[in-house]
């Protein structure tokens, strides 16, 4: 059973950099897309970026398009989320999902598709 593991965040100034790493153990990550998605407090999670298994389509919400790249290395079965530009709205905590979806080149944002979660990490840009 895959399992995801989560790694980075932190607490940034608006406008710095972070970058959250998401580490897949127990299967390969080759059939698996992945997407993230972030909930602040109050709200609703929702899908910001995704990234299909073999990393040639992506996708972003646009609230990050153009700050956010996703990208993904299935021999180290691992995925990023390069985020630029931080404002204090992108305050959230982040998650991570996989979603099996074999050879099919594609990544969806909709949260229900997804079963399989890392843990969560908290990203925090201060004004």
């Known amino acids: 059973q895959l399992q995801l593991v989560q790694s980075g965040g932190g607490l940034v100034q608006s406008g710095g950099s972070l970058r959250v790493s998401c580490v897949a153990s127990?299967?390969?990550?080759?059939?698996?897309?992945i997407a993230w998605f972030r909930q602040a407090p109050g709200k609703a999670r929702e899908g910001i970026s995704c990234?299909?298994?073999?990393?040639?389509?992506?996708n972003y919400a646009d609230a990050v398009k153009g700050r956010f790249t996703i990208s993904r290395d299935n021999a180290k079965n691992t995925v990023w989320l390069q985020m630029d530009s931080l404002k204090p709205e992108d305050t959230a905590l982040y998650y991570c999902?996989?979603?099996?979806?074999?050879?099919?080149?594609?990544?969806?944002?909709?949260?229900?598709?997804?079963?399989?979660w890392g843990q969560g990490t908290q990203v925090t840009v201060s004004s």
């Open positions: 999902a996989a979603l099996n979806v074999g050879m099919v080149s594609q990544c969806t944002l909709s949260l229900y598709e997804y079963n399989l």
């Open positions: 127990g299967s390969i990550l080759d059939y698996y897309s």
């Open positions: 990234i299909s298994s073999k990393g040639g389509v992506t």
